[in-house]
Nanobody, 124 residues
Framework: EVQLVESGGGLVQAGGSLRLSCAASGFTFDDYAIGWFRQAPGKEREGVSCISSRDGSTYYADSVKGRFTISRDNAKNTAYLRIDSLKFLDTAVYYC?????????????????WGKGTLVTVSS
């Protein structure tokens, strides 16, 4: 059974940093691309970053470039999303998802499996 479990969310002050984790099981982690998404209250889900399986290429939404860093540790079957200089507008539920062909799809659409999310709340 495929499982993706996000962790690391919580209440943080604006300007701080946070690292989210996505622990994976039930599939060959190395083969899959991994994406991070977020959904703020009252808004649609937004793809923020993706990392491919083959060469570890990384992609970011324009809205988060320079502050978000995606990474993966294939030995630990875990992906990470570091968020620096947190802003109130970063408040959202953050989800990880994986794509079976190993490449980050355009717009990060078409992911195959999803986690249940972790809540990040940024206080101003």
């Amino acid at each position: 059974e495929v499982q993706l479990v996000e962790s690391g969310g919580g209440l943080v002050q604006a300007g701080g940093s946070l690292r989210l984790s996505c622990a994976a099981s039930g599939f060959t982690f190395d083969d899959y691309a991994i994406g991070w998404f977020r959904q703020a209250p009252g808004k649609e889900r937004e793809g923020v970053s993706c990392i491919s399986s083959r060469d570890g290429s990384t992609y970011y939404a324009d809205s988060v470039k320079g502050r978000f860093t995606i990474s993966r540790d294939n030995a630990k079957n875990t992906a990470y999303l570091r968020i620096d200089s947190l802003k109130f507008l970063d408040t959202a539920v953050y989800y990880c998802a994986v794509e079976r062909w190993g490449s980050c799809p355009p717009g990060f659409h078409g992911m195959d499996y999803w986690g249940k999310g972790t809540l990040v709340t940024v206080s101003s």
